[in-house]
């Protein structure tokens, strides 16, 4: 699967200019150099259960993630990687898949070459690649493993595992000056200049800039937004954005999506991953479609028809208007995949779901197709708006149903299929 800068919207121009990075392909997915944001997910399976694992896989790829990540800590979970991959061609998904690993990462890629072309990048942590005398050899033992398999190689700086000899150093060095900064801000600095020490010795290797990818994540947004500001001043790398440990819930949601916004909207960031606790029988694709919307959102990717629905109020009595939206939006849901196949271009539609006179016209005018609700228990007729124009005025218990039709009506005859195109050609030849 490959992104590509056609699937890009044009940078609302409220934005800042997008940061100029190189470019890494990533199993066929451009990562950097001016390529749309990609959306990145990680599995919690145990890799060793290779099916339990491309399952997972499939589930987040299918909700939007380009790149899946999966742990390799074990002998038995590299041993698995490759049958993983297997698992998912075979299910016809080409999502790349990247190799996490943190202390023994140079021993498992030498000891088992097909785990290691069958990954499409490796993301190693500085902090934990060895210790002392080991380190620089077993980094470069990794790095020559990317070297040989042809792989880009993600170097992530974490704010629980920050390289502990580096960051001893520079404090010591900071507590020698006449006017020492403040712990935070060395920190801060210890996990910029580890990201760019190490990406520099890869380079000295022989690892080329448009293979390296670079992260710095933190807990905290404040963090956060001031190492990826320093980070983006200081290097060209694409970089991976994203909290290290998010939270569960709402508050999760909150602080991934307040982070990385104010970032993108800054220019900063090529690939993102919201790393949410998911609550007990949760969905792992939850943090997928989190940066799904994210991203839609703030204008930069489409992946779905965007459905803009008032939140409801006094006017809006009854619970008429709430089960119209819930029908609307299940139905997306549902014929979502069929559409994207059949009709390409179908998730940059626009739909209003609105409950009354009061924004309900004017959203539904303004939106490519809408309807509004007329609100104070909403018995009369609501009329239907497509292109900004009133269509239909419909009523009664069937309105949701009557609505989606005219919604299906209005995909087929604006994002033609490739058979609908040719007979549509045919009927005007006669």
Same mark, same amino acid.
């Given at each position: 699967?490959?992104? /590509?800068?056609?699937?890009?919207?044009?940078?609302?121009?409220?934005?800042?200019?997008?940061?100029?990075?190189?470019?890494?392909?990533?199993?066929?997915?451009?990562?950097?150099?001016?390529?749309?944001?990609?959306?990145?997910?990680?599995?919690?399976?145990?890799?060793?259960?290779?099916?339990?694992?491309?399952?997972?896989?499939?589930?987040?790829?299918?909700?939007?993630?380009?790149?899946?990540?999966?742990?390799?800590?074990?002998?038995?979970? =590299?041993?698995?990687?490759?049958?993983?991959?297997?698992?998912?061609?075979?299910?016809?998904?080409?999502?790349?898949?990247?190799?996490?690993?943190?202390?023994?990462?140079?021993?498992?890629?030498?000891?088992?070459?097909?785990?290691?072309?069958?990954?499409?990048?490796?993301?190693?942590?500085?902090? /934990?690649?060895?210790?002392?005398?080991?380190?620089?050899?077993?980094?470069?033992?990794? %790095?020559?493993?990317?070297?040989?398999?042809?792989?880009?190689?993600?170097?992530? %700086? $974490?704010?629980?595992?920050?390289?502990?000899?580096?960051?001893?150093?520079?404090?010591?060095?900071?507590?020698?000056?006449?006017?020492?900064?403040?712990?935070?801000?060395?920190?801060?600095?210890?996990?910029?200049?580890?990201?760019?020490?190490?990406?520099?010795?890869?380079?000295?290797?022989?690892?080329? @800039?448009?293979?390296?990818?670079?992260?710095?994540?933190?807990?905290? %947004?404040?963090?956060?937004?001031?190492?990826?500001?320093? &980070?983006?001043?200081?290097?060209?790398?694409?970089?991976? &954005?994203?909290?290290?440990?998010?939270?569960?819930?709402? #508050?999760?949601?909150?602080?991934?999506?307040?982070?990385?916004?104010?970032?993108?909207?800054?220019?900063?960031?090529?690939?993102?991953?919201?790393?949410?606790?998911? =609550?007990?029988?949760?969905?792992?694709?939850?943090?997928?479609?989190?940066?799904?919307?994210?991203?839609?959102?703030?204008?930069?990717?489409?992946?779905?028809?965007?459905?803009? =629905?008032? @939140?409801?109020?006094?006017?809006?009595?009854?619970?008429?208007?709430?089960?119209?939206? *819930?029908?609307?939006?299940?139905?997306?849901?549902?014929?979502?995949?069929?559409?994207?196949? *059949?009709?390409?271009? %179908?998730?940059?539609?626009?739909?209003?779901?609105?409950?009354?006179?009061? $924004?309900? @016209?004017?959203?539904?005018?303004? =939106?490519?197709? #809408?309807?509004?609700?007329?609100?104070?228990?909403? /018995?009369?007729?609501?009329?239907?708006?497509?292109?900004?124009?009133?269509?239909?005025?419909?009523? #009664?218990? $069937?309105?949701?149903?009557?609505?989606?039709?005219?919604?299906?009506?209005?995909?087929?005859?604006?994002?033609?299929?490739?058979?609908?195109?040719?007979?549509?050609?045919?009927?005007?030849?006669?």
């Amino acid at each position: 699967m490959t992104v /590509n800068e056609n699937e890009l919207s044009p940078r609302p121009p409220e934005y800042a200019p997008r940061r100029k990075s190189a470019a890494a392909n990533v199993g066929g997915v451009i990562v950097g150099g001016g390529a749309p944001v990609v959306v990145q997910a990680m599995t919690d399976t145990d890799t060793a259960d290779d099916l339990a694992t491309a399952i997972q896989c499939a589930d987040l790829f299918r909700a939007g993630a380009e790149i899946v990540r999966v742990t390799v800590n074990t002998p038995r979970a =590299a041993a698995a990687v490759s049958k993983v991959r297997a698992r998912l061609d075979d299910m016809g998904i080409g999502a790349p898949l990247v190799g996490d690993f943190h202390y023994n990462g140079h021993k498992l890629l030498a000891q088992y070459p097909e785990c290691a072309r069958a990954l499409a990048k490796y993301r190693i942590n500085p902090g /934990n690649i060895g210790k002392g005398e080991k380190r620089d050899p077993q980094f470069r033992a990794i %790095v020559g493993a990317a070297l040989e398999n042809e792989k880009p190689v993600r170097i992530g %700086v $974490n704010w629980g595992s920050a390289d502990r000899d580096l960051l001893s150093q520079m404090m010591d060095a900071n507590a020698r000056k006449k006017n020492p900064e403040d712990s935070q801000t060395v920190l801060r600095a210890a996990l910029v200049q580890s990201a760019l020490l190490s990406a520099r010795a890869a380079e000295e290797w022989g690892l080329a @800039p448009e293979r390296i990818i670079v992260s710095c994540k933190t807990s905290r %947004v404040p963090d956060l937004l001031a190492v990826y500001r320093k &980070l983006a001043r200081e290097c060209s790398y694409p970089l991976h &954005l994203g909290l290290t440990e998010a939270g569960m819930g709402l #508050g999760g949601a909150a602080s991934s999506s307040a982070a990385m916004a104010i970032l993108l909207a800054e220019g900063i960031g090529d690939t993102v991953r919201a790393s949410l606790t998911p =609550a007990p029988g949760a969905s792992r694709a939850d943090e997928v479609r989190l940066c799904c919307s994210l991203l839609q959102s703030l204008g930069l990717r489409a992946f779905s028809p965007q459905v803009t =629905a008032c @939140p409801g109020c006094g006017r809006t009595s009854g619970d008429f208007f709430r089960r119209l939206a *819930e029908k609307i939006e299940s139905h997306i849901a549902r014929r979502l995949p069929e559409w994207k196949s *059949e009709h390409p271009g %179908v998730e940059n539609l626009n739909i209003a779901v609105m409950g009354c006179v009061v $924004n309900g @016209p004017g959203e539904s005018r303004r =939106a490519d197709i #809408g309807i509004s609700l007329p609100g104070g228990g909403e /018995n009369p007729s609501a009329p239907v708006y497509v292109d900004g124009k009133k269509t239909a005025a419909l009523k #009664g218990e $069937n309105i949701p149903e009557e609505f989606i039709a005219i919604l299906e009506k209005y995909i087929r005859n604006r994002y033609p299929s490739a058979g609908e195109k040719q007979n549509a050609k045919a009927e005007k030849r006669n």
